[in-house]
């Protein structure tokens, strides 16, 4: 008796371009079985679902996306991603940064929608005009159209995103959300240091034996998942700059240069190298294979 087995990995491919102008980085890809473990972003993440069934955890709740959804996901907000089906799926996703979208809402009377006080009123939109307009912006930066394409369709897309976006009412802020806040801005002052959490609790002002329980119940991550997330969103920025992995490794805290590849590689389904070819243009405009 005989059996084979298939291994989905084989038919995934991912194609980044990387807008120079504004820094806005376009994904195009398509994955069977896991996609992505949890991971987040600098930016500010809108795509759509082109062709299958697309399921990933945000906000602590579970999403599915099918062809013509809009997928809203906030800067620093943890996902992953996977196939529930066995054809997979394929989207086209646009990186937007914090600072560019911070200019162009700003012109809209909207303040700074970036930053991550600032939340999608849903995760998952059923907005046709919507999906439409990133779709349209998605083109013009991925195919290089052109600025005057890419400008226009990107305000178009800033306008329908505007009416997606809500400001939470501010409140009052508790002792134990205050020691949350301390910590969170100390792992990002210090996120190339090898922190402990005899260091992490003293300067939050929390016993260890709690901080990593009310950490998680804030962020819904550990400190030590929190701090890999905020190393890999610093290595993306420095390995689009075009630094070579080895510096990049060192430059926001892991042991080495293996290191950096496997939590990145876990996250973005692409090696450091890969992910550089792509995102500073230097590979064929023939859609890549994952490595």
Not at 22 to 32: K, L, R
Not at 195 to 201: C, K, N, P, T, Y
Not at 219 to 248: E, K, M, N, W
Request: glycine share 8%; with cysteine.
């Amino acid at each position: 008796m005989t059996s084979s087995t298939h291994d989905p990995s084989a038919n995934d491919w991912i194609n980044i371009r990387r807008d120079r102008d504004t820094g806005i980085e376009s994904v195009h890809a398509h994955f069977q079985g896991h996609a992505y473990e949890p991971h987040d972003h600098d930016e500010m993440l809108v795509g759509v679902t082109q062709q299958g069934v697309q399921r990933f955890s945000c906000h602590r709740s579970l999403h599915t996306s099918t062809p013509g959804r809009s997928i809203l996901i906030e800067p620093g907000a943890v996902h992953d991603g996977h196939a529930p089906e066995p054809e997979g799926f394929t989207y086209a996703m646009l990186y937007l940064p914090q600072t560019w979208v911070a200019g162009m809402t700003d012109r809209l009377g909207l303040g700074d929608a970036s930053a991550l006080e600032a939340a999608f009123r849903s995760t998952l939109a059923d907005d046709s005009q919507l999906s439409a307009s990133i779709q349209q912006a998605f083109l013009a930066i991925h195919n290089e159209e052109g600025r005057l394409a890419r400008d226009q369709s990107l305000d178009h897309l800033i306008g329908m995103l505007a009416r997606h976006i809500y400001r939470p009412t501010p409140s009052g802020k508790a002792d134990a959300d205050f020691e949350m806040q301390r910590a969170r801005e100390y792992l990002h002052a210090h996120l190339s240091d090898d922190i402990g959490l005899d260091e992490l609790a003293m300067h939050s002002g929390i016993d260890r034996f709690r901080l990593t329980r009310q950490f998680k119940r804030a962020f819904g991550q550990t400190p030590h998942a929190y701090l890999v997330r905020l190393r890999l969103r610093a290595a993306r920025i420095l390995l689009a700059s075009g630094q070579a992995p080895v510096d990049v490794a060192a430059a926001v805290g892991f042991a080495d240069q293996s290191h950096l590849g496997l939590w990145f590689r876990r996250a973005y389904r692409l090696t450091p190298a890969g992910y550089q070819r792509q995102c500073t243009n230097l590979t064929d405009r023939e859609t890549a294979r994952l490595p």
